[in-house]
């Protein structure tokens, strides 16, 4: 299977704002922002189906998310993960003297991981932090 | 009949909307229903009546399990913790009520702390470029009555703000701008197609992290200079006509987000989209406006302002107030393995923060003040669950354009749960005690 390079930002959405008010350790938050928003190009270099679970990797972390078609897009070359633990396994925490880590603009390394499972919330950062 | 609690202000984001309608049970004890809110607000209110909600603090055991404690014996640990440690950090501050940041800020000032609101991770680069440049700025009432040009760069207010244009910046029908969003020309900059672009009447697809360079040539196509063919992945035809378009206006304003502030460039992105609006300045009337993420982000910024000159990465360890981002943020001294214990109240770094920076906090004494349970408390020693501001206690908040609004009492917290104004009082006066001082 191919693996494919592309530039990850994140955000909020409004699926991700109402599943944080309605408890980060429930599966709807993980359903919300265990998410990597592809364009279809994407799906086609990967080539899997969406709705396929991935593998995402930075220089700084890597995550199992599940890979969606674009629901903002189209953006080429751009690749979309809500923010939330999943998005901060990867991100670029340097500030260079600002104090706001480079939350935007990581490059990540995509992948398929049909048989790896999407960690809810709490079970992420567990497994990372402890 | 159910009873309805009107003027409701919404306690989850920076556009603070203060006409929500809640209806409440007929022994007014239960939310039944939320009107006018968005379906973020909306789930706030109607999530903090919860059957599993957590009402008493507790503490993580050896073994990883959860011991629950009384408000006491938690104000007790938190108190020791603070005081034991040489280096603490006092960070979130973002999800509460202006008062409770006050006491915070005494706690802080008592034991030595680092200070810090989420503005770290959100408009930290808006208040340094502020203070390089200044800002020209206008409140969200002004917007509605008079803003006929309005751009929102790097930000996706129909996600992350949904009431945002209804009620201030494109569809409100204003003293001049009559015909609501016909009034008004919309313009958004972003690297994506978002649900808001799709609303704009020119949507620049800049590429992502390019924003210092496109903001760069709208100055130089203001002025009416010659441009390259393409800047940022935009033609110079297309920039030429943004820049006429907002010349054009009667009143500009730009709404910014973490478009700008999170990417490479950071408070610089900032600094000249100031500019940018400086220089419209000299054709029309402009004004420029972050979108300010938690609903008293703000207020933070204010309180803090007020009483020691800076609005957010504090170090108070020398006994005054010290401010250098890069130096006195959260994410730097923990990554530097600068702290030894870490008190978080009103946010969430174990979801926001980089994942090296949470497991700085979780190898630490924390506690975490949050009604909800998060990955920040996951990672935690202590878990104290207060009342929702906003919904079971009131207090002031600032919105994003720094209008103070009361919030409203609309139920009652379940029984014996403390606010979190009671829970830090509860902790300064066992500081005060501990030190010797009462």
Redesign the interface.
Known sequence: MAAIQINLISGRTIQQGVAMESGKEKPAYRDACGILELDDAEFKRLGIFKNTNVRVSSEFGTVVVKAIGATQGPHPGLGWIPMGPWANALVDPNTYSTGMPTFKGTPVTVDVAENETVLDAIALITEECL | MAKIVTDVVCP?CGTLCDDLEVALSDDGKEILEVYNA???GA??FL?SQ?SDRLTRPQKKQED?SWKEVTYDEAADYTAKMLVDAKKPLMYGWSSTSCSAQGVGAEIGEEVGACMDNTA??CH??TL?AVQDVGVPSATLGEIANRADRVVFWGC?P???H?RHMSRYSIFPRGFFTGKGSKSRQMIVVD?????T?KMADVHL?LE??HDYELLSAIRVAIRGEKLPDVVAGISKEQIYEVADTLKSGRFAVIFF???V????G??HNIDIAISVTRDLNDYTKAAIVPMR?HYNVTGSGQVWGWQFGFP??LDLTRGFARYN????????LL?RDELDAVFVLGS?P??????????K??QLPSVCIDP????TS??SKMHVPVAFVGVEVGGCAYRMDNVPIETKKVVEPPEGMLTDEEFLQLVLNRVRELKGAA
């Open positions: 989850f968005c379906a973020i789930t706030k999530h919860a990883g770290t991770v930290g680069s340094i996706n129909a996600h992350a949904p690297p994506r197609n978002t649900d672009a697809q992502q992290g987000g973490m478009g502030t999170h990417s490479l950071k408070n993420g957010f990465c981002p890069g130096d006195s943020s959260s994410n730097d990554v969430d174990g979801a926001h923060f980089p994942v090296r920076s949470v497991k906090i979780a909800h349970i998060t990955p996951a990672v």
